[in-house]
């Protein structure tokens, strides 16, 4: 039985489709760049956002009106699958992701959780072998439950380390049981709200403790996934440990973790640290670490993470450009970490925001592949540091310069001139090849 009656099978229509279930620019077999759309965009479900989330805020509860409401946990639970599957199916969607606790409920003790992961689990395998749907990435929730009020890896309760290990000891099993490409670390409250009852070394050297741990228990039960770490600068936290993606990269070039893990990158987490998507996207890639990525968007009015569907094209086209420049995202993919917005209840809504979302990612890889094609941003990048291709440049990036041959030089070379950026006529030209795709 459907779960979803109303809801056609998504094809692709084309520009000028009126139809709201169907593609206007994402064609899962269009060639881009040697390779089709669907191959570039490896896209993914969010499965808490999709079937967990219920509309609640601050102010409210739930809007969000599903059929599997009225039932028990597990039965819920079991109606989650069936509505996974079905979503991805109608939406031509090759991978989902999930907490633990999105796909099962826990349990009264951790054996019980376990037993619940166990049954959703073999459900999901069951699903996935029928309907040739994979898993891009799963991970453990250890921040949602009041025994991680102090953190999970960083708790102060030796007591509450060890359970969070147990857990991820089995989101490492339940991954390779379901053939995850990925495993995800995000440390939704590995962080401190104050240094006045907070020993920082001991909690950051406990969290690189456990993540060699994951290291080590994966590659005994030969478990060969990628693993990502999150990044996030606030929130549940103030201060989290994995504040952006330079932040995190030092934390795992410090605990010598850098060649066991990449980096998840979210568009809205970018947002709450200060920074574009495209800004945290170039560090993870000039620094070899960029594996996957969350695709939303925030809100810059608003000072928390509001997972928005991606809908900003001059976003989703530097995106998809720094994609294209680290030569794809391997093994990772475009996760939509989105939820529908309050007001968006019905259950179309939720097939109406991954089609928003999926057109202007394939939007985006269009006008990305121009810039990367005409080489725009390459020849204005090498035009404006041409100083360093030649003469005291050269001499500086190839190491043969020093303190006294450049004073030599800078006393003997004035006047200094500089060159306009141009960064207003840039612009320009980037948008134009945003709306000629």
Not at 85 to 100: A, G, R, S, T, V
Not at 118 to 129: E, Q, S
Not at 161 to 169: D, R, V
Not at 200 to 223: C, Q, W
Request: aromatic content about 10%.
């Amino acid at each position: 039985m459907s779960l979803f009656p109303n809801v056609p099978k998504i094809q692709y229509e084309g520009r000028g489709s009126k139809n709201p279930f169907a593609f206007k620019h994402y064609n899962p077999q269009e060639v881009v760049l040697g390779k089709t759309m669907e191959e570039h965009l490896r896209f993914a479900v969010a499965y808490w956002h999709t079937f967990v989330a219920s509309g609640t805020d601050p102010f409210g509860v739930g809007t969000a009106v599903r059929s599997w409401d009225s039932l028990s946990p597990m039965d819920k639970a079991k109606a989650r699958v069936e509505a996974n599957f079905e979503l991805m199916e109608k939406l031509n969607i090759p991978f989902y992701c999930f907490h633990d606790v999105d796909v099962a409920p826990e349990g009264a003790t951790l054996a019980e959780s376990f037993k619940n992961l166990d049954t959703i689990v073999a459900l999901l395998k069951d699903n996935m072998k029928s309907t040739g749907k994979k898993l891009l990435w799963n991970t453990a929730n250890l921040f949602t439950n009041p025994r991680y009020v102090h953190g999970a890896g960083t708790t102060n309760n030796a007591d509450v380390f060890a359970y969070s290990a147990a857990t991820i000891k089995k989101g490492l099993e339940v991954g390779k049981e379901l053939g995850a490409a990925n495993y995800v670390f995000w440390g939704g409250r590995e962080g401190y709200e104050s240094l006045l009852n907070t020993d920082m070394k001991l909690e950051l050297d406990n969290l690189g403790r456990l993540l060699h741990m994951a290291v080590d228990y994966a590659k005994e039960i030969g478990f060969d996934a990628q693993f990502l770490i999150e990044p996030k600068p606030k929130e549940p936290t103030k201060h989290q440990y994995d504040f952006d993606a330079a932040t995190t990269l030092a934390f795992l070039q410090n605990y010598g973790l850098k060649e066991h893990f990449k980096l998840n990158i979210e568009a809205n987490h970018a947002t709450l640290a200060g920074h574009t998507f495209e800004h945290e996207l170039h560090v993870a890639r000039i620094n070899g670490v960029l594996g996957s990525i969350d695709a939303n968007q925030g809100d810059v009015l608003l000072g928390w993470d509001t997972d928005e569907f991606p809908t900003d094209l001059y976003t989703t086209t530097l995106a998809m450009y720094e994609i294209l420049k680290n030569g794809g995202l391997g093994r990772g993919g475009v996760n939509f970490d989105a939820k529908v917005r309050r007001s968006s209840f019905d259950d179309e809504d939720l097939f109406f925001a991954h089609i928003a979302g999926m057109d202007s990612y394939a939007r985006g890889l269009k006008a990305a592949a121009k810039l990367v094609e005409e080489r725009v941003l390459d020849e204005i990048v090498e035009r404006r540091y041409r100083s360093f291709q030649e003469g005291i440049g050269a001499d500086i990036v190839s190491g043969k310069a020093t303190l006294a041959s450049l004073e030599a030089y800078a006393l003997q070379n004035n006047p200094i001139r500089n060159e306009s950026g141009r960064l207003e006529q840039i612009r320009a030209t980037v948008n134009e090849i945003i709306f000629s795709v």
